[in-house]
């Protein structure tokens, strides 16, 4: 049987070019080699002098995508960097604080590295303007309660902070407004006393239970918050709640250029925090921030791609010389792809112009995928030299032979890289753009490179002294012996693995393959800055990740905060429009002026009152709580136990304590009324606010020099999990849907990465099937199979969006590729069956790994995605090989063993190459080398297993068939020849 269609007798036109190039190159081996050299010399030199390196995560994204347009907005206006973030963690706060500012002041020495420290917040002149930010009505109600204490102020009557009278007072009021008012306005009108009776009584027990602890007894004159409170400090350090934690915040100044980024600043960071550190051995000093866990990320896992490489060279190297059994062919098939990879680079110059940090992998890529087409033309060219072939008969015959099949693998491989070109996610776009050509550039280097090397390095080599590479005859005498049980057992194998792809549960079935968003879990374990990271979150309840809102104005900004505030996904948010007065300083001018009036007059000394006689003290804190206790309110009754024990602990003591306790509590009760009056003075500056009154280290980061004001909107949830990511990105696009941020762009760039590699997969699937109908269908029938279909899908589409209902890219696809293997089918059936059957090692090999991932637990990431097109690509490849072999084969097919040998060369050093990333600590890479190892193992046993054993059982039963059609030909010819002679004998006796 002839496996070989006679349409595919007509395809020769490519495998002649192939031969005519060979033969061109080998007559010429030395003006090609001359002509490869310089060639990869002037790519190298334009490679070193003239392609540039980004960076930053940014460059992954299409400048021009909406989400990203917001983010250049911000950037423009308040930078690009994210902070470093030194986290310091002791037991006293003073202790933090002298270890920020011994921190802070060593970072300001080095302005070429580090740009606006923020450790403290010195409030300058805003103490003394304090009152203007309070609400008109509020300054006028303390005004009111500041008369009040007129007669003390204005009068000098100082004694009036007597507690002895504090408490008649009280008294005499509760009293009045008892006999002036009935019901509800009677405990309306005294639940104010109630409150300072309760704040009076609680300050004098807590001062006899501890006399260093002493708590105002007077109630705010002026309603000041606790943020307000924190502004009229001398200096603000950033702390946490609990005092155990506090931070440092500094933008690094990157790199223009290379792949160091921060790397300077933080390894300078690094230094200082140690110095500090073994300064001040009481406290833990740690480092993190998102510029640092980008770079631990990028420095780990270069460290362990120079491992890996180290590996991998020796390793392939190893098993090329164990596969070929000889040093020779492997170095020259090692030249070929170091010329093909030279090519490369020039065109990524040439081309892109730079090297991102998801593209820098494509060197690693080729490697893998660009040798393959070097180990399947030197396997085919030492089989013919074995079978008797002299060198240039054996070089022209190869590239006739295999070299069709390495152009097949090289375009359909080459258009699936290039189908990522079409996605959004810049990252992948420009990968797959290198990639493709890459792929294309080592295939090329294939028919010019190679035969000149093996027709220089051969010349005088005898046949005999040709290594005789691994052929693997025990596979191929299995699957000629059992081809049926071979194929069954492996399809049971592999819908073993397909039925563990999905799980039911209460929501019906899902796939067991998940795939994990987590940044956090690609970096290595036990990493310090992902460690903190965590500690920051838990302990302080702060995240480093925070969402961006700009305000073209300070009411804007205050407006934005209060709805941000409201979200049930916002832990807090920061913005410096708070610390401007939300009213004009028109409306408060004269109330501001009014207090500082008032307050003009105060002594310079704690007035001295007349001392307290104790019995007389007893007796009216006695008459004052039976007074509360005749009160059924709640605060009553709670003041009338205070004061209750207080009275109890008070009697317990000897006359002398009694008398000092008094004393103390009476000097500082007066002195904290006068502080009180102090502060309201020193805060009643009239003057307005000025932009330059807010403190420097704040309006360098929240307002930008075109006057734009910036929130940051803090996450209550760790958001580097997908779900509470997505819920906090819609609610803050809710209040403001230009609201930006890192967290924003990780989760769009999440969402491009999926939808970029499902596009990829479906341009690619599509793409291959249609390079494969063209191989494998005569140019006759694929011209009608193709150009009809096209016509129709684009006419169909055309169509349906001028009606308004438009069809999908990948709809339009899908009919296409209907349209095109209808026509194929009924034009040539053998070439479609035969163009599935090549998409089994990928499709099928596919389908094992992630029934292999699913029931090992292997989760996808953003870093192991990147692994399916090579899969993709290497499974098409051992396809294309495979099913090649058997179109050209009459009879039961076998293997052939160069064939054999190649694919298992080409899995292996994939396998090996990709696999040396496993010894990584970056739990990314490490994720990398296992899905690769795994999903090349599934290929290499549908390819060599799999696909030869259905290969075989069909051609034994077209055999068969031919030979039972056969049998019956001869027996109807025998019939025939026997019935003539009878009839000639019946004729000649009629005749007689």
């Known amino acids: 049987m002839d496996n070989l269609s006679p349409e595919n007798q007509e395809r020769s036109l490519l495998s002649e070019a192939l031969a005519a190039t060979t033969q061109f190159v080998v007559t010429h081996a030395r003006l090609s080699l001359a002509f490869a050299l310089v ?7 334009l490679t070193v002098f003239r392609l540039e390196f980004k960076t930053d995560r940014a460059d992954l994204i299409d400048p021009t995508a909406a989400f990203h347009k917001k983010w250049i907005n911000y950037t423009e206006s308040f930078g690009s960097s994210s902070d470093l973030v030194c986290v310091v963690e002791a037991e006293n706060p003073e202790s933090i604080k002298f270890v920020l500012r011994t921190l802070g002041q060593r970072i300001e020495k080095h302005p070429e590295l580090f740009e606006n420290p923020l450790y403290q917040i010195n409030p300058g002149d805003l103490p003394s303007k304090g009152l203007q930010y309070l609400t008109p009505r509020q300054l006028q109600a303390g005004l009111d309660r500041l008369d009040e204490y007129g007669p003390i102020y204005r009068n000098g009557r100082w004694d009036l902070t007597q507690v002895d009278l504090l408490y008649d007072r009280l008294r005499y009021q509760i009293q009045s407004r008892s006999a002036s008012y009935r019901g509800t306005e009677r405990d309306q009108s005294l639940e104010p006393l109630f409150n300072h009776a309760a704040i009076l009584t609680a ?20 309603a000041v918050n606790e943020r307000m409170r924190e502004r009229s400090r001398e200096v603000i350090y950033l702390l946490n709640e609990s005092g155990t934690m506090g931070f440092l915040k500094v933008f690094p100044v990157q790199q223009e250029s290379g792949f160091d980024g921060a790397t300077q600043a933080i390894e300078k960071m690094r230094t200082i925090i140690g110095e500090v550190a073994a300064e001040n051995p009481e406290a833990k000093i740690s480092l993190t921030g998102i510029p640092v866990l980008e770079n631990d990320e990028m420095r780990k896992s270069q460290a362990d791609m120079i491992n890996a490489s180290i590996i991998s060279c020796f390793g392939v190297g190893l098993l090329l010389f164990i596969g070929f059994r000889g040093f020779r062919h492997p170095l020259l098939t090692l030249l070929m792809l170091a010329a093909g990879m030279a090519w490369a680079f020039g065109y990524t110059t040439l081309t892109i112009g730079h090297l991102n940090i998801l593209s820098v992998s494509f060197a690693v890529i080729l490697i893998g995928l660009g040798i393959d087409f070097g180990i399947h033309y030197l396997a085919r060219y030492i089989e013919l030299r074995h079978k008797g072939e002299e060198l240039e008969p054996a070089l022209l015959k190869t590239s006739r032979t295999v070299g069709t099949g390495i152009v097949a693998a090289a375009l359909t491989t080459a258009l699936a890289f290039y189908c990522a070109g079409l996605t959004p996610f810049l990252g992948i776009a420009e990968l797959g753009f290198i990639g493709g050509g890459g792929i294309i550039l080592c295939a090329i280097a294939t028919f010019l490179v190679l035969p000149a090397l093996l027709s220089q390095a051969d010349k005088d080599v005898e046949v005999k002294q040709m290594p005789t590479p691994f052929q693997g005859k025990w596979l191929q005498k299995i699957i000629a012996r059992f081809p049926r049980m071979v194929a069954l057992g492996s399809l049971a194998l592999v819908a073993f693995c397909a039925t563990q792809l999905v799980q039911k549960t209460d929501k019906g079935w899902e796939s067991r393959v998940v795939y994990d968003y987590n940044l956090l879990n690609l970096q290595a374990a036990g990493l310090e800055s992902v460690e903190i990271q965590k500690r920051i979150f838990n302990d302080a309840h702060n995240s480093l990740l925070f969402a961006v809102s700009v305000a073209d104005s300070p009411e804007e900004a205050r407006e934005l905060r209060k709805k941000f505030e409201a979200l049930p996904s916002v832990h807090h948010v920061e913005e410096l429009a708070s610390r401007v007065p939300s009213h004009a300083s028109r409306e408060t001018n004269l109330l501001v002026q009014s207090f500082r009036a008032q307050l003009s007059h105060l002594p310079n000394e704690t007035p001295q009152v007349r001392r307290l006689n104790p019995s007389v003290i007893g007796r009216k804190l006695e008459q004052f709580y039976v007074l509360l206790s005749s009160y059924q309110t709640p605060m009553a009754q709670k003041t009338a136990r205070m004061l209750d024990q207080f009275l109890n602990r008070f009697e317990s003591l000897t006359l002398s304590q009694q008398s000092r306790f008094l004393d103390e509590f009476q000097y500082r009760t007066t002195a904290s009324l006068l502080g009180q009056f102090r502060a309201i003075r020193g805060a009643s500056d009239s003057t307005p606010v000025r932009f330059a009154d807010l403190p420097r280290s704040l309006t360098s980061r929240f307002v930008s020099a075109e006057g734009k004001w910036l929130i940051q909107i803090y996450p209550r949830d760790h958001i580097w999990e997908i779900e509470p990511l997505e819920e906090f990105v819609k609610e803050v696009r809710s209040v403001d849907p230009d609201v930006t941020g890192t967290p924003l762009q990780n989760f769009e760039a999440a969402q491009q990465i999926k939808i970029s590699y499902k596009t990829a997969s479906i341009y690619a699937l599509a793409v291959i099937c249609v390079v494969l109908l063209v191989d494998y269908l005569s140019r006759r029938h694929a011209m009608m199979a193709l150009v009809p279909s096209t016509v129709l899908a684009i006419c169909t589409w055309f169509i349906l969006y001028n009606r308004g209902t438009p069809v999908s890219i990948e709809a339009a696809i899908g009919m296409f590729l209907v349209m095109c293997f209808g026509v194929a089918f009924v034009l040539e059936r053998s ?16 389908l094992v790994m992630f029934g292999i991932l699913a029931m090992t637990s292997i989760d996808l990431n953003p870093a192991n995605l990147i692994v399916l097109p090579l899969i993709l690509g290497i499974g098409v490849d051992d396809g294309v090989h495979v099913v090649h072999d058997f179109r050209m084969k009459k009879g039961p097919y076998k293997t052939s063993p160069s064939t054999i040998n190649a694919i298992v060369m080409t899995s292996l050093t994939s396998m090996i190459g990709f696999g040396s990333m496993m010894v990584a600590t970056h739990r990314g890479l490490y994720s990398v080398g296992l899905v690769l190892v795994i999903g090349v193992a599934c290929c290499l046993f549908i390819s060599l297993v799999t696909l030869p054993a259905l290969l075989t059982w069909i051609s034994n039963r077209a055999e068969a068939a031919d030979s ?9 010819s025998s019939r025939r020849n026997k019935k003539r002679p009878n009839r000639d004998r019946m004729e000649a006796e009629a005749a007689a």
């Open 39 to 45: 060639v990869s010399i002037g790519c190298v030199l």
């Open 831 to 846: 070439s479609v069956f035969h163009m599935l059957l090549t998409m089994l090692p990928p499709v099928v090999g596919g």
């Open 964 to 972: 039972v059609s056969m049998d019956d030909s001869e027996e109807r």
């Open 203 to 222: 300050s004098m027990a807590r001062y006899l239970s501890d006399q260093s602890d002493f708590q105002s007894p007077w109630p705010s004159i002026v």
